[in-house]
């Protein structure tokens, strides 16, 4: 039982390039979220995902893309990278009956 | 809008000891859940403790506890013993009680906390 992982764990790109950050979930949860953490800021929540085909725009959805093709998984994408996309990203997820999130390790993407 | 304070960005605790760490935040909510996460340098986000908006009794986990005052809407956390493990940052975290996933946690800006040896 891995709980949530987040691939990959560091990523640098360049302004306008595009990547994918995955977030997979081995505990059959509904929800799934996603964060970015900045210096004192705490986590902002971009996106989430009540189910499997669903997503929601959260505090910070501009910039990003998101998708949820399978229960387990729940992709973060950055269509044209910013600097200010430069941030700590957390993918967290929890089931639909409780109330605790269980994050992954984080990502550290940096957008030169 | 729900906000939550952390007025305290660092706090320093010799081991052994005992530290609290503030938080209060702003809701008109009547139920709702409230949180401490703990982020060591590893950077993963750890659930320290959780306490519901409608127990009136403090929740407490091990040497970690706290002291929840609806009224004020304060949630502090005292951790007794200090271990050198407990350095990291600790966040302060609000969640409405209802509303399915929509309810989305609601962070303080986090206390960084030093343990001396």
């Known amino acids: 039982n891995a709980g949530v992982t987040q691939t990959p764990k560091f990523r640098v790109l360049k302004t306008g390039q595009s990547m994918t950050l995955l977030c997979a979930q081995d505990m059959n949860h509904e929800y799934m979220y996603w964060y970015r953490q900045d210096p004192g800021m705490g986590l902002r929540l971009i996106h989430y995902?009540?189910?499997?085909?669903?997503?929601a725009k959260g505090e910070v959805p501009d910039g990003y893309n998101v998708s949820r093709l399978k229960k387990q998984n729940f992709l973060l994408g950055l269509e044209s990278a910013a600097p200010s996309q430069t941030s700590v990203y957390f993918c967290a997820s929890r089931p639909s009956r409780a109330d605790t999130q269980y994050f992954g390790p984080g990502t550290r993407l940096t957008v030169l | 809008a729900q906000t939550v304070t952390q007025s305290q960005p660092e706090m320093s605790v010799q081991e052994a000891e005992t530290v609290t760490l503030s938080c209060t935040y702003d809701?008109?909510?009547?139920?709702?859940?409230l949180f401490w996460y703990k982020q060591p340098p590893s950077r993963q986000m750890i659930l320290v403790i959780r306490?519901?908006?409608?127990?009136?009794q403090n929740a407490t986990e091990n040497r970690f506890s706290v002291n929840f005052q609806k009224a004020a809407k304060s949630f502090s956390l005292k951790i007794s013993d200090s271990q050198l493990g407990d350095a990291a940052m600790y966040f302060c975290?609000?969640?409405?009680?209802?509303?399915?996933?929509?309810?989305?946690?609601?962070f303080g800006t986090g206390t960084l906390l030093a343990v001396q040896p």
């Open positions: 975290a609000y969640r409405r009680s209802y509303g399915g996933a929509t309810n989305k946690l609601i």
């Open positions: 809701t008109s909510e009547s139920d709702y859940y």
């Open positions: 995902s009540v189910g499997e085909g669903t997503t």
């Open positions: 306490q519901e908006a409608y127990k009136q």
